[in-house]
Nanobody, 120 residues
Framework: VQLQASGGGLVQAGGSLRLSCAVSGLTFGNSAIAWFRQAPGKEREFVASIKFAGGHTNIAESVKGRFTISRDNARNTMYLQMNNLKPEDTAVYYC??????????????WGQGTLVTVSS
């Protein structure tokens, strides 16, 4: 399984970014994709997940109402739309295979992630 996160960058507070996670080598089945983030000096935290089948989503309270997770199964790509970004959203964002829900357990090695920097 390979996952490639992209779309990060520098944005001003209140701005938007859309992250992409390209997935290859996976039979989707009952699995999900989840986004996590790790800010400097902090532990990695769950952000959002989406099931491949059915599209059920889970969103962390800290980003609910601002972030949306979606999927394009035909393109094997998942997206994290981030609106009204805040400086505290600054982090490296990672995607990974997941069981769904809001847990921290993942099913593949961590990739490099994509850096999101929000300036005030």
């Amino acid at each position: 399984v390979q996952l490639q996160a992209s779309g990060g960058g520098l944005v001003q507070a209140g701005g938007s970014l859309r992250l992409s996670c390209a997935v290859s080598g996976l039979t989707f089945g009952n699995s999900a994709i989840a986004w996590f983030r790790q800010a400097p000096g902090k532990e990695r935290e769950f952000v959002a997940s989406i099931k491949f089948a059915g599209g059920h989503t889970n969103i962390a309270e800290s980003v609910k109402g601002r972030f949306t997770i979606s999927r394009d199964n035909a393109r094997n790509t998942m997206y994290l739309q981030m609106n009204n970004l805040k400086p505290e959203d600054t982090a490296v964002y990672y995607c990974n295979i997941h069981r769904g829900g809001a847990g921290m357990k993942v099913l593949a090695p961590w990739g490099q992630g994509t850096l999101v920097t929000v300036s005030s």
